[in-house]
């Protein structure tokens, strides 16, 4: 029997309620901002876990994600990034079990790190490193949740419509260390 997805509506919540709070005290007086809150919604390409000694493998599909980031004011062209990130997924399995099986994924991703805002007024391009803790949590009684070491690399431009709001428009990779000898590709 499949579990309910909760963390997907837990995903949402946070990002409505963050959405709907206050940010007028979250730009600065010369307009460039102490803080900033960013939900996202953005479209995932899958990754693979290829295995360490045999020939089976698991293939991500493409699907949407969501989540929010928090980014804070660290000096006028550097930031401290938290973000969290959640995709709902399917896993083709190729090779593990007699048929090619469809398992059910949740993917979270939770990370710290830091953006370099490069200089502009209404138009700032940008580049992010952050690391952190990936969560896969497999919708199949076979399979445990596991935790692995992650890291992200992102860039992108922010453009400002005034002094309060704007946009991120951005791209970002992240790299699971699953073991030693494995990396999964996202």
């Known amino acids: 029997m499949m579990k309910p997805r909760r963390s997907s509506l837990v995903s949402w919540a946070m990002i409505a309620a963050v959405s709907l709070c206050n940010t007028a005290p979250a730009a600065a007086q010369d307009s460039v901002f102490n803080f900033e809150v960013t939900p996202f ?3 995932r390409v899958g990754g693979q876990f290829d295995e360490k000694d045999g020939d089976s493998n698991f293939e991500l599909n493409d699907f949407d994600a969501q989540g929010i980031m928090l980014n804070v004011r660290a000096n006028p062209n550097g930031q401290y990034e938290f973000l969290y990130a959640h995709k709902d997924t399917e896993v083709v399995s190729r090779g593990l079990f ?8 949740d993917v979270e991703y939770f990370h710290f790190g830091g953006a370099y805002l490069f200089d502009g007024d209404s138009v700032r391009p940008f580049i992010a490193l952050s690391i952190g803790l ?3 949590d497999p919708q199949i009684e076979e399979f445990d949740t596991e935790n ?4 992200s690399f992102g860039a992108g431009v922010q453009l400002f419509a005034n002094k309060r709001f ?3 428009l951005a791209g970002r990779v ?6 030693t000898d494995l990396v999964f590709r996202f």
Request: hydrophobic share 50%; aromatic share 22%; net charge neutral.
């Open 166 to 168: 704007g946009v991120r």
């Open 174 to 179: 992240f790299t699971n260390f699953v073991d």
């Open 41 to 43: 919604a953005a479209y």
């Open 148 to 151: 692995f070491f992650s890291a």
């Open 134 to 136: 990936s969560r896969f």
């Open 98 to 105: 007699v048929n090619d099986r469809l398992i059910d994924l």
